[in-house]
């Protein structure tokens, strides 16, 4: 394992869990310009479909999860020494921020589902750099990759049955 950066103490170290908070929770602006309205509510949807209240509470954790992954391995050698994982994390960061509107705001089910199966790959290429660099950084991204899982199966089921 690399050791921290050195520019990277005090106030820099906080700032850029900031920094990375920031950037993974601006990934769910993309909801804002998106209404589900009552297309959402009209749809199929398999018994097993989580209530909607659910959502803001387990996107919120695992942002946090997330951008505190992202930070680890941002402590361990930056952009120049972690280019690769960190590019990885934005990679996917992006495909997670395009899924909402294409699903809610584009109704777009089946591109949707190959996106989300994209996001998935991309996740698990993540996790795997992370834990290269800092095992838990790739830990703290497996529940994640779980709930895409999850919801890639969902989205699947939702089209299938719309």
Not at 21 to 29: E, H, N
Not at 70 to 99: C, D, P, S
Not at 110 to 129: C, K, N, Q, V, Y
Not at 131 to 146: H, Q, V
Request: aromatic share 18%; charged share 10%.
């Amino acid at each position: 394992m690399q050791q921290e950066q050195k520019h990277a103490t005090g106030g820099r170290r906080w700032l850029g869990l900031a920094a990375w908070l920031g950037l993974v929770f601006s990934a769910s602006l993309t909801g804002v310009f998106v209404s589900t309205g009552d297309w959402y509510a009209e749809l199929s949807k398999p018994p097993w479909n989580p209530p909607n209240w659910i959502f803001g509470p387990v996107w919120t954790v695992l942002y946090i999860m997330m951008a505190v992954a992202a930070w680890r391995v941002w402590l361990r050698g930056g952009w120049k020494q972690q280019r690769t994982a960190l590019g990885l994390f934005l990679v996917q960061w992006a495909l997670n921020a395009i899924w909402t509107p294409l699903f809610f705001g584009l109704h777009q089910l089946g591109w949707a589902f190959a996106e989300i199966l994209l996001l998935l790959a991309m996740i698990l290429l993540t996790i795997r750099a992370f834990w290269m660099c800092d095992r838990l950084a790739g830990a703290l991204l497996i529940p994640y990759a779980a709930w895409v899982a999850f919801a890639s199966v969902l989205n699947g089921t939702i089209w299938w049955m719309n």
